[in-house]
């Protein structure tokens, strides 16, 4: 039975990885109910302290986010405890480069279009039926400034990132009208401890924070972002 639940509710995507933590605790510190979905769920004892006194507000399940089966279930087990889904947040991804496009496996092919693509294809499917009914909602998904042109050595990256944008617009020119505004964030290199460890000779202050990141998402989710369709917003940092 769904609770009585007053608060926005939001499905984040990845809340275990840089990005998603920043997000779940933005979101966590502005009262929005939460679902968690994330194959790692050991990675996510951090989150529980946000919700010591409101456990009712967080739901966590462990999902494989390529099983589209796995997911529906899990969705429809929030919407069965909270009653509804106000926002949805994509974080989850994969990113690998390194080999040429003549070079390419079919490996990693597949494993770049699988975490990138056919996860936001699943949770889509699952969860914006449900935004339908409702009339409205939020869908934010995460693209990368190589979506917006080929980097050498990026070839899969970059073409599943791009499918990401052309997803995302293609959403939101189906569902502007019925309420939903459907938007993308396009990061440039995020100040992780990866990042820096793979690149340490780089300028990392020059870098985008999660908690930049997490701040253009929560702006994308709130009702003052209602006029905004199909964006693909530049994140880069200085």
């Not at 990005?19 to 009262?31: N, Q």
């Not at 992780?192 to 300028?203: F, G, H, K, Q």
Request: proline share 4%; glycine share 8%; charged share 20%.
């Amino acid at each position: 039975m769904a609770s009585k639940n007053t608060k926005k509710v939001a499905l984040i995507t990845g809340p275990a990885g840089n990005l998603g933590s920043a997000v779940v605790e933005l979101f966590a510190a502005e009262e929005v109910s939460l679902i968690l979905l994330d194959r790692h769920q050991d990675r996510l004892r951090n989150i529980y302290p946000l919700f010591e006194n409101s456990k009712d507000h967080l739901l966590i399940s462990s999902v494989d986010l390529t099983d589209a089966s796995m997911v529906k279930t899990a969705v429809q087990k929030a919407v069965d405890h909270f009653g509804r889904i106000d926002i949805l947040v994509h974080t989850a991804g994969g990113f690998k480069m390194g080999e040429k496009v003549h070079e390419t496996t079919g490996k990693t092919w597949d494993g770049m279009m699988n975490l990138n693509v056919r996860t936001l294809l699943n949770v889509t499917n699952a969860v914006v039926p449900l935004m339908l009914e409702q009339k409205n909602g939020k869908i934010i998904t995460i693209g990368a400034r190589p979506a917006l042109a080929g980097k050498a050595r990026m070839g899969s990256y970059s073409a599943a990132k791009t499918a990401v944008l052309r997803l995302t617009e293609s959403m939101s020119a189906e569902l502007k009208s019925q309420g939903i505004n459907v938007n993308c964030v396009l990061p440039g290199t995020i100040d992780t401890p990866a990042n820096r460890e793979a690149m340490p000779d780089a300028d990392s202050s020059k870098w985008v924070t999660p908690d930049s990141l997490a701040e253009v998402i929560l702006f994308l989710s709130s009702e003052a972002s209602r006029d905004i369709h199909g964006a693909a917003i530049p994140v880069y940092g200085v």
